[in-house]
């Protein structure tokens, strides 16, 4: 019977990389000199350390331009409440978002349902796997999931027919 994955993966290697460039960017800009920003990665917990709320937002912006060159979504970063730190600084959390939460997959579940494709749908984990018996319904079925707004980054694999 042929079948497909839904996933939410972020690849890590690249946020890796994304975060030296703006390492790199925040050392080489005229407004970070002489401030106390930082951005670091631990797990999948990365935490931006900022002077004020202006230079904040230029982190953000530049966490959103650095993950979209290095093709990751954007859509992966979940911003934590800012905290103030010592020193006068700005500190924020921001979570790299890995797998489908139960949210998610109830809410795909019900559109791929809701839109009368013969397909089923099961949630394994942090992931769904979407079964068919034609191979025309599963694009059906992909080109619907394709369309959806979901704030999740969303990625098809292992299609077996």
Request: proline share 2%; charged share 35%; aromatic share 4%.
């Amino acid at each position: 019977m042929p079948s497909f994955d839904i996933v939410s993966k972020t690849d890590m290697a690249e946020v890796d990389n994304a975060l030296a460039g703006i390492a790199r960017e925040i050392g080489q800009r005229f407004d970070f000199k002489g401030s106390q920003c930082s951005v670091e990665r631990k797990d999948q917990t990365i935490t931006v350390v900022a002077d004020d709320q202006t230079k904040l937002d230029q982190m953000h912006e530049l966490l959103k331009v650095y993950f979209t060159r290095r093709k990751v979504d954007p859509k992966a970063l979940d911003f934590q409440a800012v905290q103030k730190a010592s020193g006068d600084t700005l500190r924020q959390e921001v979570i790299v978002k890995q797998g489908i939460d139960k949210d998610v997959a109830k809410v795909l579940v019900k559109e791929i349902k809701d839109s009368k494709i013969k397909v089923q749908v099961a949630i394994q984990g942090d992931e769904l796997r979407v079964s068919g018996k034609k191979r025309d319904d599963l694009q059906e079925a992909i080109a619907l999931v394709k369309k959806l707004d979901v704030d999740l980054p969303l990625q098809l694999v292992n299609f077996r027919d």
